[in-house]
């Protein structure tokens, strides 16, 4: 057993920097054009950036194209068209993790 990554065999150690992300994906914020939306727009570009992805990032303010996904609170977050979050202003690292499990098939 390993405690604070003591008795870890290097390999076994993960960090942002080794994640490899293999797809490329189309990702959506859906929402208004409120701060919130645009805040959620923001830290998915560096989301993006900082995993070196290659990703078509969309920011979808139209109210039918909205309605089409079901969503009740915006910002929404929309990876290769499966909702993956509502109603939450996701921090760029948090954005990062959902990445990557989708990625895995989480």
Do not use: W
Not at 15 to 40: A, F, N, R
Not at 57 to 81: C, F, K, R, S, W
């Amino acid at each position: 057993m390993a405690f604070f990554n003591f008795g870890k065999n290097k390999s076994e150690n993960s960090s942002q920097d080794e994640i490899q992300v293999k797809g490329d994906y189309t990702i959506k914020v859906l929402g208004s054009g409120c701060k919130s939306c645009q805040t959620l727009f923001s830290n998915l570009q560096d989301a993006v950036k900082n995993l070196d992805i290659k990703a078509d990032t969309v920011h979808v303010t139209d109210m039918a194209q909205l309605a089409e996904y079901g969503i009740m609170t915006t910002p929404a977050l929309v990876i290769n068209d499966k909702v993956v979050s509502t109603g939450k202003v996701l921090k760029s690292g948090d954005i990062e993790k959902l990445i990557v499990k989708f990625d895995r098939g989480e």
